[in-house]
């Protein structure tokens, strides 16, 4: 049993863009592909696709690559833990890297990334950083 399956899926996209893998697959979750489509949005990702592999929904995530082969994610950072959980108010939104980075906050509206949840004028949990 799995204790936190977001940081597995991000570790699993740390560890793929360090390995110059063009995709990385994790368990399917409809929390991780919310996750997954925000990070798409910002540009981070260049693809994401649930597949079905023995029986078992997998999310396949692939990860986008500047043009001198880095990985376009120079940092990602779990922030809220299952043992410790971390909300903002929409006036606490911060700004990832003086907003080169995404925060991704868990909403009643949703999954958003800190720029969408400014523009919606909504706080929540705080899942992780990207930069």
Not at 44 to 67: A, K, M, P
Not at 72 to 98: A, C, F, H, M, T
């Amino acid at each position: 049993m799995m204790t936190d399956p977001i940081a597995d899926m991000l570790t699993r996209i740390r560890n793929a863009g360090s390995a110059r893998h063009a995709a990385t697959s994790c368990p399917s979750s409809k929390q991780k592909l919310a996750i997954a489509s925000v990070l798409q949005r910002a540009g981070f990702l260049d693809t994401v696709v649930v597949e079905e592999r023995d029986g078992h929904q997998s999310l396949v995530l692939g990860i986008r690559y500047d043009e001198a082969g880095r990985p376009l994610i120079d940092g990602i950072q779990r922030i809220s833990k299952p043992g410790r959980r971390v909300y903002v108010g929409k006036e606490d939104l911060p700004r990832v890297r003086n907003g080169l980075g995404v925060a991704v906050i868990s909403t009643s509206r949703g999954v958003l990334s800190d720029r969408e949840a400014r523009e919606q004028n909504v706080g929540g949990e705080l899942l992780c950083e990207v930069w």
